[in-house]
Nanobody, 124 residues
Protein backbone atom coordinates (compact mmCIF):
# COMPACT_ATOMS: atom_id res chain seq x y z
CA UNK A 1 0.00 0.00 0.00
CA UNK A 2 1.39 3.39 -0.98
CA UNK A 3 2.04 5.78 1.89
CA UNK A 4 1.77 9.55 1.64
CA UNK A 5 4.30 11.41 3.74
CA UNK A 6 3.69 15.03 4.72
CA UNK A 7 6.24 17.50 6.03
CA UNK A 8 6.60 21.21 6.67
CA UNK A 9 4.19 21.88 9.50
CA UNK A 10 5.12 23.92 12.53
CA UNK A 11 4.36 26.79 14.86
CA UNK A 12 4.23 30.25 13.32
CA UNK A 13 2.75 33.65 14.06
CA UNK A 14 -0.22 35.22 12.35
CA UNK A 15 0.81 36.67 9.01
CA UNK A 16 3.67 34.23 8.51
CA UNK A 17 4.04 31.64 5.77
CA UNK A 18 4.56 27.89 5.69
CA UNK A 19 5.06 25.40 2.88
CA UNK A 20 3.75 21.87 3.25
CA UNK A 21 5.07 18.99 1.18
CA UNK A 22 3.70 15.54 0.44
CA UNK A 23 5.37 12.68 -1.36
CA UNK A 24 4.29 9.11 -2.06
CA UNK A 25 6.43 6.27 -0.72
CA UNK A 26 6.59 4.77 -4.21
CA UNK A 27 7.75 6.95 -7.09
CA UNK A 28 5.76 4.81 -9.50
CA UNK A 29 2.54 5.92 -7.82
CA UNK A 30 0.15 7.49 -10.29
CA UNK A 31 -2.77 9.60 -9.17
CA UNK A 32 -5.73 11.30 -10.80
CA UNK A 33 -5.71 14.04 -8.19
CA UNK A 34 -4.06 15.04 -4.95
CA UNK A 35 -5.28 17.41 -2.30
CA UNK A 36 -4.98 18.89 1.14
CA UNK A 37 -7.53 18.64 3.91
CA UNK A 38 -7.37 19.92 7.48
CA UNK A 39 -8.92 19.05 10.80
CA UNK A 40 -9.02 21.27 13.85
CA UNK A 41 -9.70 19.81 17.33
CA UNK A 42 -13.34 18.88 17.74
CA UNK A 43 -14.17 19.63 14.11
CA UNK A 44 -14.66 17.63 10.95
CA UNK A 45 -11.95 17.21 8.36
CA UNK A 46 -12.42 19.91 5.73
CA UNK A 47 -11.28 20.42 2.18
CA UNK A 48 -8.49 22.97 1.65
CA UNK A 49 -7.18 22.62 -1.90
CA UNK A 50 -6.69 20.03 -4.62
CA UNK A 51 -5.10 19.63 -8.02
CA UNK A 52 -5.76 17.33 -10.92
CA UNK A 53 -2.51 15.64 -11.89
CA UNK A 54 -3.13 15.80 -15.65
CA UNK A 55 -3.91 19.32 -16.74
CA UNK A 56 -3.29 20.93 -13.37
CA UNK A 57 -6.84 22.06 -12.63
CA UNK A 58 -7.01 23.40 -9.10
CA UNK A 59 -9.76 24.00 -6.58
CA UNK A 60 -9.65 25.89 -3.29
CA UNK A 61 -11.85 26.32 -0.28
CA UNK A 62 -13.21 29.85 -0.07
CA UNK A 63 -11.48 30.36 3.26
CA UNK A 64 -8.00 29.99 1.72
CA UNK A 65 -8.44 31.53 -1.73
CA UNK A 66 -5.82 34.19 -2.39
CA UNK A 67 -3.65 33.03 0.51
CA UNK A 68 -2.84 29.38 -0.24
CA UNK A 69 -1.40 27.93 -3.43
CA UNK A 70 -1.34 24.25 -4.30
CA UNK A 71 1.28 22.96 -6.72
CA UNK A 72 2.93 19.75 -7.85
CA UNK A 73 6.22 18.42 -9.10
CA UNK A 74 5.58 15.85 -11.80
CA UNK A 75 9.07 14.38 -11.68
CA UNK A 76 9.00 13.89 -7.91
CA UNK A 77 5.28 13.00 -7.85
CA UNK A 78 5.17 15.48 -4.97
CA UNK A 79 2.50 17.89 -3.80
CA UNK A 80 2.94 21.25 -2.11
CA UNK A 81 0.82 23.78 -0.29
CA UNK A 82 2.21 27.29 0.04
CA UNK A 83 0.36 29.01 2.86
CA UNK A 84 0.73 32.78 3.18
CA UNK A 85 -0.88 35.31 5.49
CA UNK A 86 -1.66 32.58 7.98
CA UNK A 87 -4.40 33.16 10.53
CA UNK A 88 -5.02 31.49 13.89
CA UNK A 89 -8.10 29.84 12.38
CA UNK A 90 -5.80 28.01 9.94
CA UNK A 91 -4.45 26.00 12.88
CA UNK A 92 -5.16 22.32 12.30
CA UNK A 93 -3.66 19.01 11.34
CA UNK A 94 -3.16 19.11 7.58
CA UNK A 95 -3.59 15.88 5.64
CA UNK A 96 -2.37 15.02 2.18
CA UNK A 97 -4.68 12.84 0.11
CA UNK A 98 -4.60 11.18 -3.28
CA UNK A 99 -7.07 9.49 -5.57
CA UNK A 100 -6.17 7.01 -8.28
CA UNK A 101 -9.47 7.41 -10.13
CA UNK A 102 -11.68 10.23 -11.32
CA UNK A 103 -13.21 12.12 -8.40
CA UNK A 104 -14.69 15.40 -7.34
CA UNK A 105 -11.70 17.38 -6.16
CA UNK A 106 -13.31 18.54 -2.91
CA UNK A 107 -15.01 15.24 -2.09
CA UNK A 108 -13.17 13.92 0.97
CA UNK A 109 -14.75 10.46 0.86
CA UNK A 110 -13.57 9.86 -2.70
CA UNK A 111 -9.85 10.04 -1.88
CA UNK A 112 -8.41 6.57 -1.26
CA UNK A 113 -4.90 7.38 0.01
CA UNK A 114 -4.15 9.50 3.08
CA UNK A 115 -1.09 10.71 4.91
CA UNK A 116 -0.65 10.77 8.68
CA UNK A 117 -0.98 14.53 8.88
CA UNK A 118 1.24 17.41 9.90
CA UNK A 119 0.39 19.95 12.59
CA UNK A 120 0.13 23.63 11.71
CA UNK A 121 -0.30 26.04 14.60
CA UNK A 122 -0.72 29.77 14.07
CA UNK A 123 -0.44 31.99 17.12
CA UNK A 124 -2.09 35.39 17.32
Amino acid sequence: QVQLVESGGGLVQAGDSLRLSCAPSERTFSSYAMGWFRQAPGKERDFVAAIRWIGGTTKYADSVKGRFTISKDNAKKSLYLQMNSLKPEDSAVYYCAAADRRIGLDELEEYNYWGQGTQVTVSS
